[in-house]
């Protein structure tokens, strides 16, 4: 990433990066592992069905956001930052170790309960990794970082999905996930203590303890201005599309493909190949500067990409109909397949396209958001993130649990519905698509010249 390195190796912002990526890795470890166990090693939840009980899962780590976000991001508007970032970091290694004993007693349902607990511990330390930011991170630099922080998460979500996806598969299984998710916790506490002092942005900040009420305080602070909005609602429409499509692709793999276990993390490390090239892109089309015209872009190329891929697995299945006892396949057999193929580039394209779509969100949110209040606007963020993420783990069991429809027609209503949620953003505020047509032209008059 151009001109990143001297920040990414610096104290202001690697020890964040490193401590965000041990609790985004341990979330989807944990996380990764349940799916697998559910999906194909046996683990049943009062013999629910597969497909609600994946969705439950996702629902319980983003059920916390929705709970605990707004309310615990006054503290980090009132209180220095490090220091609450390190007592986050302590309480996720407890959870871990309770995690471990869930595992040792093969207890579905304790779980699930650390499970939650976790979602608890990261809703608390979210607000705080974005509003130390800006405190550390100079305006000209706030793209750069976070395509970096973007580009590290979503290294840290798909390697703990993927670890997670092959622990849960080995004999000792249920060992190595527990043993794993303690030592990350404790290397992600050492990071956190070289994290620099971020003193409060708001001293005199009165602490509202009743949760009703600091809902309505953070969400007045949200709502103050319209771009600061409109990119919350486009940064939790970006994590409702993510959680329909990775939290179905176990069973995608499975009952759309006949795929064996092992073509999971194939699908999540080309989806993070994708996420990587498109933190890169972004940082490279803005040019050191938050640019408000690249989010039309990406949403444009989110929908279309979405539509292939409901074609694309809708073919296969015509193509390649999954026979009753047949022999699940491999990556080799995949790949020989063209509508395998073109599933596996669309999921790619995906994580392209979702960076130019999300990063500059991310920046808007925290540049036009006021610096006092800063991390109760994160907190709000991340309410409408898990009730967006809630909304998709609800609307993906009705869709495939009620009313029986196909895992490609779920994946083609969320590329329609995106399409709504991106014009109402154009409506709601012209500098989007106001910025693309600026950005559009300058670069037709430099081809021009050329």
Partial sequence: MANSSPLFFSRRFAPLFFTQWGCAFNDNFFKGSLLIMFTYNGLELNQVSVDVVNNLVAATLILPFLIFAAFAAQFADKYEKSGLIRRLKLAELCIMAAAAAAFWLGNAWLMLLALFCMGVQSACFSPLKYAILPQHIAENELVAA?????AGTSLAVFMGLIGGTIAAQ??????????????????????SRAIPIAESAAPELRLVFNPLRQ????????FENRMVFWS?????????????????????????????????????VFFLLGTCVGAVLTNKL??????????????????LVGFDLYWAASSYQLAYPLLPNAELINMQLLLTRFAGLRVLLDFTLLGVV???????????????????????????????????????????????????????ELFGFSALLNLFILASMLLAVAEYWQRLCVRFFRARESFCER
């Fill in 146 to 150: 976070n395509s970096l922080l973007h």
């Fill in 286 to 303: 803005s040019r050191g500067r938050v640019e408000p015209g690249l989010v039309p872009l990406g949403g444009l190329l989110i929908s």
């Fill in 354 to 408: 979702g960076g130019l779509f999300f990063v500059p969100l991310s920046a808007l949110l925290q540049t036009r958001s006021r610096a006092e209040s800063r991390a109760q606007v994160v907190g709000a963020n991340n309410f409408f993130n898990a009730l967006f993420m809630i909304g998709a783990a609800l609307i993906s069991a009705t869709f495939l649990g009620l009313w029986d429809f196909s895992i490609a």
């Fill in 232 to 268: 919350i609602i486009g940064v939790s429409w970006y994590w409702f599309l993510g959680s329909v499509y990775l939290t179905q692709l176990p069973n995608l793999v499975r009952t759309v493909l006949g795929g064996a276990p092992s073509l999971v993390p194939l699908f999540l």
């Fill in 170 to 191: 080995m004999p000792a299984g249920t060992v190595a996930v527990a043993i794993s998710g303690v030592v990350i916790a404790l290397l992600g506490y050492w990071s």
């Fill in 215 to 222: 809902y309505r305080r953070s969400f007045g602070y949200a």
